[in-house]
């Protein structure tokens, strides 16, 4: 199982838009059985050294998306108003550590 991360820094005047952009991108992926992302801001109630807003959801594996399989309303204008307004745009990848995991290298 994987994490996987959005983060866009923005200025803090964005952060909203931003916010309610990557909701629309999420719930389109949703739609298509991707699993539900929680979507958080940082920096614009809350102290923080950047202003940003990042998008993050569970996955079972890492695979590249195939272009035809992303939903029109990303590739028709979602993704191109996302990029307009971001400062940088980052994407993290993690893998969750559990039991089993941890079972398989003799660590427990």
């Given at each position: 199982m994987?994490?996987?991360?959005?983060?866009?820094?923005?200025?803090?005047?964005?952060?909203?838009?931003?916010?309610?952009?990557?909701?629309?991108?999420?719930?389109?992926?949703?739609?298509?059985?991707?699993?539900?992302?929680?979507?958080?801001?940082?920096?614009?109630?809350?102290?923080?050294?950047?202003?940003?807003?990042?998008?993050?959801?569970?996955?079972?594996?890492?695979?590249?998306?195939?272009?035809?399989?992303?939903?029109?309303k990303?590739?028709?204008?979602?993704?191109?108003?996302?990029?307009?307004?971001?400062?940088?745009?980052?994407?993290?990848?993690?893998?969750?550590?559990?039991?089993?995991?941890?079972?398989?290298?003799?660590?427990?």
């Amino acid at each position: 199982m994987f994490l996987v991360r959005r983060i866009c820094k923005v200025e803090r005047k964005d952060i909203w838009k931003v916010a309610s952009m990557l909701h629309q991108i999420c719930n389109e992926y949703e739609e298509q059985g991707r699993t539900e992302a929680t979507i958080y801001v940082m920096g614009f109630s809350t102290p923080s050294e950047t202003f940003g807003v990042c998008a993050e959801w569970k996955q079972e594996s890492l695979e590249a998306i195939n272009f035809t399989k992303v939903p029109d309303k990303i590739k028709s204008s979602l993704s191109a108003e996302l990029m307009d307004i971001v400062d940088s745009y980052e994407i993290e990848f993690h893998e969750i550590v559990t039991k089993e995991k941890l079972k398989d290298r003799g660590l427990i």
